[in-house]
Nanobody, 129 residues
Framework: VQLVESGGALVQPGGSLRLSCAAS????????MSWVRQAPGKGPEWVSA????????DYADSVKGRFTISKDNAKNTLYLQMASLKPEDTALYYC???????????????????????WGQGTQVTVSS
């Protein structure tokens, strides 16, 4: 099983980035997905979640209106489109998978690695001028 994040970079405030998370080794379409970030010296913060079918999404208040999560089950890939980036968005961004059982309307909004079934290695986003 692998979750491999990519797309992190150094970007100026107000800029945009798209993060990707490539999944393998499990049935991606059966899992709800989340993005969780961790800034230096701080605990993990849940950012966004999406149900397994990609039809339901949720966002932390800190990113609502600026970030968009999406899920391509045909490509086994999760995305996070980030716009209007702020210095406080600087963090290591992780994607995480959560089994949903029989429910298509479920997603998980926790920030604890141990509560997810799979967790990636992270991609660094730095927002600075």
């Amino acid at each position: 099983v692998q979750l491999v994040e990519s797309g992190g970079a150094l970007v100026q405030p107000g800029g945009s980035l798209r993060l990707s998370c490539a999944a393998s080794g499990f049935t991606f379409s059966n899992y709800a997905m989340s993005w969780v970030r961790q800034a230096p010296g701080k605990g993990p913060e849940w950012v966004s979640a999406i149900n397994r079918g990609g039809t339901l999404t949720d966002y932390a208040d800190s990113v609502k209106g600026r970030f968009t999560i999406s899920k391509d089950n045909a490509k086994n890939t999760l995305y996070l489109q980030m716009a209007s980036l702020k210095p406080e968005d600087t963090a290591l961004y992780y994607c995480a998978a959560k089994a949903t059982g029989s429910s298509n309307n479920y997603y998980y909004t926790g920030n604890s690695k141990g509560r997810y079934d799979y967790w990636g290695q992270g991609t660094q986003v730095t927002v600075s001028s």
